[in-house]
């Protein structure tokens, strides 16, 4: 088996298409509900609408690329030429949300902005899928893949707090206006466009050992029965990825209305980004020698104890006290954000000794497809919950809405973290197991090469 580790300049340029992605998911997931509420000033129940309708819709493009990736041959690999095909729509679209005119028809600006972000979606799905898929090309090697993973959580979560430290200070610089998002949009645009030229010409292919078979609603359930390490992570991934949509779509309403202070926002944002990335390292030594599953698990528990910490937070209390749960909440995110991608390439050698054909697109865009449906879906019925309390933007609200608001952002998460918590103490597939796979691989290789020559 190949323990070869990576050169770092790999691992940094591969970590920012995490880094673009998570720029243009976490603007949308944090900032654009916001905007829409409170800028756009539409009912809180079609906000929440507008990204379920667009993930909904995008959702399916995952799967459908997931395959194309797989079966797809050109001169320069099967995935690394969408890198460059979906970069541009991705940024131009990115760039349009946030410039649209006053609509005065309800229900055609929603279908507009619902419109926009499909097109976001769907073009960042055909940059997202393929190179997600390249993990288990680039390395073969359990730890590495952790490594990996660790290098592209770290540049994905400066993603965030690029978000969170500039997106709202610029758009005040900019005089606050509708123009000064537009303004805003187009520099994140270009943001978001830029790293996909320097990860096409770092990164590289294997040639596929077999031709991939396309999959039917058949063939994804078969899947689905067949592999049950599969299944399950699928289950607490999904499950993880709820408990992270949901606080991250409702934490500008939690501290401009709850807790008083808008201006808290960005450095709570800092502070938890930063625990995010101090933490890495740690639970990337700490994983060697263990088992993926178990890191997760530890990192889940880790991350409840600041939810607790966070329902408790009150208009009166210091900043640093936020700052502190902050970065203990970073900490304990880290991990539970990072394994699961490193596992999902695991899968694909699991897959191939039963198969016979890689198809890393086929996993990573399932993968993709429910983490999308289950969080769009996730925050929609919160801010559905919020409209019937009677939540109202920009206005004083009483306390009913103010303690829905708070149990959205703290505890409900907890609800699905113990959930997931529950769905990957069943998962098998740990070191060892993977350590086996890849010496029936390598056998089965040398066979076929040995046949070939």
Same mark, same amino acid.
């Given at each position: 088996?190949?323990?070869?580790?990576?050169?770092?300049?790999?691992?940094?340029?591969?970590?920012?298409?995490?880094?673009?992605?998570?720029?243009?998911?976490?603007?949308?997931?944090?900032?654009?509900?916001?905007?829409?509420?409170?800028?756009?000033?539409?009912?809180?129940?079609?906000?929440?609408?507008?990204?379920?309708?667009?993930?909904?819709?995008?959702?399916?493009?995952? #799967?459908?690329?997931?395959?194309?990736?797989?079966?797809?041959?050109?001169?320069?690999?099967?995935?690394?030429?969408?890198?460059?095909?979906?970069?541009?729509? %991705?940024?131009?679209?990115?760039?349009?949300?946030?410039?649209? @005119?006053?609509?005065?028809?309800?229900?055609?600006?929603?279908?507009?902005?619902?419109?926009?972000?499909?097109?976001? $979606?769907?073009?960042?799905?055909?940059?997202?899928?393929?190179?997600?898929?390249?993990?288990?090309?680039?390395? =073969?090697?359990?730890?590495?893949?952790? $490594?990996?993973?660790?290098?592209?959580?770290?540049?994905?979560?400066?993603?965030?707090?690029?978000?969170?430290?500039?997106?709202?200070?610029?758009?005040?610089?900019?005089?606050?206006?509708?123009?000064?998002?537009?303004?805003?949009?187009?520099?994140?645009?270009?943001?978001?466009?830029?790293?996909?030229?320097?990860?096409?010409?770092?990164?590289?292919?294997?040639? @596929?050992?077999?031709?991939?078979?396309?999959? &039917?609603?058949?063939?994804?359930? *078969? *899947?689905?029965?067949?592999?049950?390490?599969?299944?399950?992570?699928?289950?607490?991934?999904?499950? &993880?990825?709820?408990?992270?949509?949901?606080?991250?779509?409702? %934490?500008?309403?939690?501290?401009?209305? #709850?807790?008083?202070?808008?201006?808290? %926002?960005?450095?709570?944002? #800092?502070?938890?980004?930063?625990?995010?990335?101090?933490?890495?390292?740690?639970?990337?030594?700490?994983?060697?020698?263990?088992?993926?599953?178990?890191?997760?698990?530890?990192?889940?528990?880790?991350?409840?104890?600041?939810?607790?910490?966070?329902?408790?937070?009150?208009?009166?209390?210091?900043?640093?006290?936020?700052?502190?749960?902050?970065?203990?909440? &970073?900490?304990?995110?880290?991990?539970?954000?990072?394994?699961?991608?490193?596992?999902?390439?695991?899968?694909?050698?699991?897959?191939?000794?039963?198969?016979?054909?890689?198809?890393?697109?086929?996993?990573?865009?399932?993968?993709?497809?429910?983490?999308?449906?289950? &969080?769009?879906?996730?925050?929609?019925?919160?801010?559905? #919950?919020?409209?019937?309390?009677?939540?109202?933007?920009?206005?004083?609200?009483?306390? =009913?809405?103010?303690?829905?608001?708070?149990?959205?952002?703290?505890?409900?998460?907890?609800?699905?973290?113990?959930?997931?918590?529950?769905?990957?103490?069943?998962?098998?597939?740990?070191?060892?197991?993977?350590?086996?796979?890849?010496?029936? *691989?390598?056998?089965?290789?040398?066979?076929?090469?040995?046949?070939?020559?």
């Amino acid at each position: 088996m190949d323990d070869a580790r990576l050169p770092l300049y790999l691992k940094l340029v591969y970590g920012l298409g995490d880094h673009s992605l998570n720029v243009a998911l976490v603007a949308l997931t944090m900032i654009l509900p916001f905007y829409l509420t409170d800028v756009v000033e539409m009912r809180v129940g079609l906000a929440g609408l507008v990204p379920l309708v667009g993930r909904g819709v995008d959702a399916f493009s995952d #799967v459908l690329m997931g395959q194309l990736s797989d079966r797809t041959r050109w001169k320069r690999g099967r995935r690394r030429p969408f890198l460059l095909i979906g970069s541009l729509p %991705f940024a131009l679209a990115f760039a349009a949300i946030w410039a649209v @005119p006053r609509i005065d028809s309800t229900m055609l600006e929603f279908i507009y902005y619902v419109a926009i972000y499909v097109v976001i $979606s769907i073009s960042m799905t055909v940059v997202a899928v393929p190179y997600q898929a390249l993990m288990p090309d680039l390395t =073969e090697s359990y730890h590495e893949r952790t $490594s990996l993973a660790t290098f592209r959580s770290v540049a994905s979560l400066l993603g965030t707090l690029l978000v969170a430290v500039t997106f709202q200070p610029l758009v005040a610089y900019f005089g606050g206006d509708a123009s000064a998002w537009a303004i805003v949009g187009a520099l994140y645009a270009v943001w978001v466009f830029w790293p996909w030229f320097p990860i096409w010409w770092v990164t590289y292919e294997s040639p @596929p050992k077999e031709e991939s078979e396309p999959l &039917g609603l058949r063939g994804y359930r *078969l *899947l689905l029965s067949s592999n049950s390490n599969y299944r399950r992570l699928l289950t607490f991934y999904t499950l &993880g990825r709820i408990a992270i949509d949901l606080p991250l779509a409702l %934490f500008l309403h939690f501290f401009t209305y #709850v807790i008083g202070h808008p201006d808290y %926002f960005p450095p709570i944002m #800092v502070s938890f980004i930063l625990g995010t990335v101090i933490a890495m390292p740690a639970w990337l030594r700490l994983s060697r020698g263990r088992d993926k599953v178990t890191i997760y698990g530890y990192a889940c528990f880790a991350w409840i104890a600041t939810f607790v910490g966070l329902f408790m937070l009150q208009p009166g209390w210091p900043l640093g006290a936020m700052v502190l749960i902050a970065l203990l909440s &970073g900490a304990g995110y880290s991990a539970v954000d990072m394994m699961p991608w490193s596992m999902v390439a695991d899968m694909a050698d699991e897959d191939e000794v039963e198969s016979g054909q890689r198809r890393e697109g086929i996993f990573v865009g399932f993968f993709t497809f429910l983490r999308k449906l289950a &969080g769009a879906s996730s925050v929609a019925i919160a801010f559905l #919950v919020l409209d019937l309390v009677g939540f109202r933007p920009g206005e004083g609200n009483d306390q =009913e809405v103010l303690w829905t608001i708070r149990v959205l952002t703290t505890c409900l998460p907890v609800v699905f973290i113990l959930a997931s918590i529950a769905a990957s103490r069943r998962y098998t597939l740990g070191a060892a197991e993977h350590a086996e796979i890849m010496t029936e *691989l390598e056998g089965r290789r040398g066979e076929r090469d040995a046949d070939s020559a």
